[in-house]
């Protein structure tokens, strides 16, 4: 079965708040970011995708950089959450949150007179 694909503009406003959740978890580099991102449901996240984003996230000073000598291959560039990319964690969790909230509020309920529209019984 293959993993599901989502709506790029969906990926692209829920990937930062991703990536910086899993770097939560500890100091990482960009392939084990993308598997896991991929494990979790995401799907294949590219690398013209993720490595621009880790950019920002660096500049931004979400992120910090720190090159390590790889098992049997070539340095690493391992990525953590500085002090100010958890600040921003949080924060856009909490946004994220009562964002997708607000959705899902809006997708169960009916507003009043919209089902004559919906329907096409709307006689005016």
Request: glycine share 12%; proline share 4%.
């Amino acid at each position: 079965m293959s993993a599901k694909q989502w709506p790029s503009d969906w990926m692209r406003a829920a990937l930062g708040l991703c990536v910086l959740r899993t770097l939560a978890a500890g100091p990482t580099y960009g392939y084990a970011i993308a598997a896991a991102l991929e494990a979790n449901g995401f799907g294949a996240i590219k690398g013209g995708t993720l490595y621009p984003l880790l950019t920002r996230c660096e500049a931004a000073g979400w992120i910090a950089v720190e090159w390590r000598v790889g098992a049997g291959g070539p340095e690493r560039k391992y990525l953590s959450l500085t002090d100010a990319g958890r600040d921003e964690l949080a924060t856009q969790t909490a946004n994220w949150r009562d964002f997708t909230g607000t959705v899902l509020a809006h997708l169960d309920n009916t507003p009043t007179g919209s089902t004559a529209r919906t329907t096409g019984t709307d006689k005016s």
